[in-house]
């Protein structure tokens, strides 16, 4: 079948094993392949035939769930990373060098934001953070003659804002760059931003894509339609030889799979950023449930999402599908299905008033994590978010009394009544 529905993806895409071959993906658990020759060796160096010589940069265990995330997300090309923190550098990195330019959405995850405005920064590569709601002239106003790239998450982590791809994608090709999403918190299931637009898109498998807190990981997919060589002269690591590789040209030789093949030669085998095989088997377990996982996140993310805006004690409640909630109309758009099963609110009385409502949570644990298989939640100002200054705060969406909830897979009834005694003690 060459159209399969989603769900059929989740369950058996990106491996179809041979006669008398292992049903479930197996685990090469091995840093190392052996070769007969030094000449078959040297062509795997040179990039002239494909194969495995060292973990670090490729394993076949790894290849076959990027092989599935890159069906699941209708892309030409994936490749797996240590965590959804390497994928979004190699994102950005693989196209942008010391004296380039990105713009970035500033309700972006705390560890993007720091990676983006600290540690990229000490690299010589800038960064101008718009709001996703800005206007289509303060958008425009962001770009410079250096600008590589535009950056956003399908659905920001805290803040829930929804971007939309659609306008953040025709700005970017109208300056000549891709767009790259981050689509963690969507999943392919609710949302595939190729479909609108986007070019190159990331995940941190660590949440929905496991799903049950087992392993840290990350992915980079490309769709393939951005055409590298109409602008070279802005992507010369992609358009121009590689003295590393005896002058290859990324985009000439790999064509539609070059930015991949370039973030796995150089940056993999110089940052070493590899996921271990047992990581990509689990993530990949994890793959196989994440259709019928993400449809319940949503019903119980919803089902709190309507209790909390009811309840005196609640200041606000975000949450996309929540009819009512700023980006509902966006979120109709981009995820009719659904958008995630994370739910962020205020609590009246303040930052205060926020901690000492977690503490009396029993279900809802307190946790460095979101989009897990059980339930949790977080004050990200005190957490994730706390290298920030107020400013920064506000500007990624992030007020002092905002807590942050996932619901997990339990009885929705189970999570409200939690709800209800912590807000009640």
Known sequence: MANKRIETVCVQGGYTPGNGEPRQIPIYQSTTFKYDTSEDMGKLFDLEASGYFYSRLQN??????????????????????????????????????????????????????????????????????????CSDEELEAAFRPNTKAV???????????????????????????????????????????????????????????????AQVGGAIVDSGNFDWLAHADKYPGLCTPDDSYHGIVYAEKFGKSGYIVKATAQLMRDFGSSPAPQSAFIVNLGLESLHVRMARHCENGLAVAKFLKNHPAVDWVSYPSLEGDKYYDLAQKYLPNGSCGVVSFGVKGGRKAAEAFMKEL????IETHVADARSCCLHPASATHRQMNDEELLAAGVRPELVRLSCGLESADDLIEDLKNALER
């Open 362 to 365: 029993k279900i809802f644990a």
């Open 151 to 213: 950056f956003g998450e399908t659905i920001a982590n805290p803040a829930l804002s929804v971007l939309d791809i659609e306008r953040f994608a025709n700005a970017a090709h109208a300056h000549g760059v891709p767009l790259i999403i981050d689509n963690t918190f969507a999943t392919p299931v609710n949302c595939r931003p190729f479909e609108f637009g986007a070019d190159i898109v990331t995940h941190a498998t660590t949440k929905y894509m496991d799903g049950h807190g």
């Open 60 to 133: 076949p265990t790894c290849d076959l769930v990027a092989n599935k995330i890159c069906e699941l997300e209708g892309g030409v090309a994936a490749m797996l990373t240590s965590s959804g923190q390497a994928a979004n550098f190699f994102a950005t990195f693989n196209i942008a060098n010391a004296g380039d330019h990105i713009i970035s959405s500033s309700t972006i995850y705390g560890g993007t934001f720091n990676l983006f405005s600290v540690t990229m920064k000490k690299m010589g590569i800038d960064f101008t953070f718009v709001s996703p709601d």
